[in-house]
């Protein structure tokens, strides 16, 4: 299943190689989700694995985006003791965000670069 969130790029982190075979990308988007009356902010951290790692880079940094991503969790043990980890996908970053005449949020000058996903003997490692 996806989800979509729009936001401002808070950070992004240089791509970080884990092995030989596997390498990441995290950013954080600062979300106001302002529901309930009550304006919060959120910061949301995602991750970009493999090629999709060059969808975005500094450049990016204070741009409106939406992001489309999935949920991805995992049960990893070590030493007997079990460990559960979410990870949140990133599949795609679109820049520019408008509103519609209609009062919805609508994309503008979208720059999607999808890439395809890691191989399936990769979504079991622990991170």
């Known amino acids: 299943m996806e989800y979509q969130i729009t936001g ?3 950070e992004v982190y240089p ?3 884990i092995n030989e075979r596997f390498r ?3 950013f954080v988007i ?3 989700d302002s529901s309930g009356g009550q304006a919060y902010i959120d ?3 995602f991750q970009l694995t493999q090629e999709k790692c060059e969808i975005i880079d500094e450049s990016w940094l204070r741009q409106e985006v939406t992001v489309t991503f999935n949920i991805r969790g995992n049960r990893w043990e070590k030493n007997g003791v079990a460990n559960y980890i979410t990870n949140l ?5 679109t820049r520019g965000i408008a509103v ?3 009062g919805q949020k609508a994309i503008v000058n979208p720059q999607l670069e999808d890439a395809p996903s890691p191989s399936p ?3 079991d490692l622990p991170f």
């Not at 996908?89 to 970053?93: D, E, G, P, Q, T």
């Open 8 to 10: 401002r790029v808070a």
């Open 15 to 17: 791509v970080n190689r």
């Open 24 to 26: 990441k990308r995290e």
């Open 30 to 32: 600062e979300h106001k």
């Open 43 to 45: 910061f949301i951290k």
């Open 89 to 93: 996908n990133a599949l795609s970053v």
């Open 100 to 102: 519609a005449e209609n």
């Open 121 to 123: 003997e990769l979504d």
